[in-house]
């Protein structure tokens, strides 16, 4: 007579600790591997808002009106850890006595958005990939 099978080999075996892939806590290969930790650990995600104030841009331009900022940020992937960047623009004008900033753009901006993310990738292009 066998015994019953138990409830734990339903479950999918553990994975090789050498290897770099991201599993749920019922131990099912995580589609979101980026948001969790081996075995389904929480990682905490930071948006903009949780940035220290002391962070600052890898690169920033601005050309007449328009401001852009390029933003380098760290992550670790499963060939290593990676670069990756964001860009982020920004027009400036008045409202009153009152310097606002909007991410929207008029067609007459155009010409000026071109020319700073222009010199923006080309920062992130050129940039010296032994320095961090």
């Known amino acids: 007579m066998s015994s019953p099978p138990s409830a734990h080999s339903a479950l999918p075996p553990s ?3 050498n290897r770099a892939h991201y599993y749920t806590s019922d131990g099912y290969p995580d589609k979101m591997a980026t948001t969790m930790k ?3 650990t929480q990682m905490p995600i930071k948006t903009e808002a949780q940035q220290p104030a002391s ?3 890898f690169f920033s331009l601005r050309v007449g009106a328009i401001s852009v900022a390029v933003w380098a940020n760290e992550r670790e992937t499963q060939y290593g ?4 960047f964001s860009f982020s623009a920004k027009r400036s004008y ?4 009152e310097w606002k900033t909007t991410d929207n753009f008029d067609a007459d901006d155009v010409p ?3 020319l700073a ?3 923006a990738y080309r920062a992130v292009k050129l940039r010296d990939p032994s320095q961090k």
Not at 81 to 84: A, E, L, R, W, Y
Not at 94 to 97: H, I, L, N, T
């Open 15 to 17: 994975p090789p600790s």
């Open 38 to 40: 081996p075995y389904g």
């Open 55 to 57: 962070a600052k841009p």
């Open 81 to 84: 850890v990676k670069t990756f």
């Open 94 to 97: 008045k409202s009153g006595d």
């Open 112 to 114: 000026e958005l071109m």
């Open 117 to 119: 993310l222009n010199e």
